[in-house]
């Protein structure tokens, strides 16, 4: 029997809990909310809250080990995206941008090498942009299609 689709969301810093909720009830699928620290999720069947221990990297390892071909991954994290990606999962960014198998390696670099110029700087470059309407309607795209994709070939 195939395992059933399901949404994996490292929680802890994640813009768009409230869209994949919206988006999975939509579509009645479950959803596993990732963090190190309890967080308030929706009292519904199709959601629920896993709390790992506050060890580095705990949220990941959980998410790494529960994900496979019918899962989608929501997650900022390039390296959480690459394990992902290498358990079958289709992986997306909270911005609604795919990770995929051809993305992830230059996608590993550019991150070490951003972390190299940061190391060097003094003063900081700065954060990421601020997340934009843009961004969460590109997101519920991204994730509306992805499950339609992957109920497609189930």
């Known amino acids: 029997m195939?395992?059933?689709?399901?949404?994996?969301?490292?929680?802890?810093?994640?813009?768009?809990?409230?869209?994949?909720?919206?988006?999975a009830w939509r579509h009645e699928v479950a959803v596993k909310v990732v963090s190190n620290s309890r967080l308030?999720?929706?009292e519904h069947v199709l959601i629920e809250r896993v709390v790992v221990s506050d060890g580095f990297d705990a949220a990941d390892d959980w998410i790494a080990e529960a994900a496979n071909a019918q899962s989608i991954v929501v997650t900022a994290d390039i390296l959480l995206a690459d394990r992902a990606l290498k358990a079958g999962a289709s992986v997306l960014g909270p911005n609604g941008k795919p990770f995929t198998l051809a993305s992830i390696g230059p996608a590993i670099a550019t991150r070490a090498i951003m972390a190299d110029l940061r190391s060097g700087m003094s003063d900081g470059m700065g954060g990421p942009p601020p997340f934009s309407k843009a961004d969460r309607s590109q997101f519920l795209q991204a994730l509306d299609s992805a499950l339609v994709r992957l109920k497609r070939q189930a």
């Open 2 to 23: 195939p395992k059933a689709i399901q949404i994996l969301v490292d929680a802890d810093a994640c813009p768009v809990k409230d869209e994949i909720y919206r988006v």
């Open 40 to 42: 308030r999720v929706p």
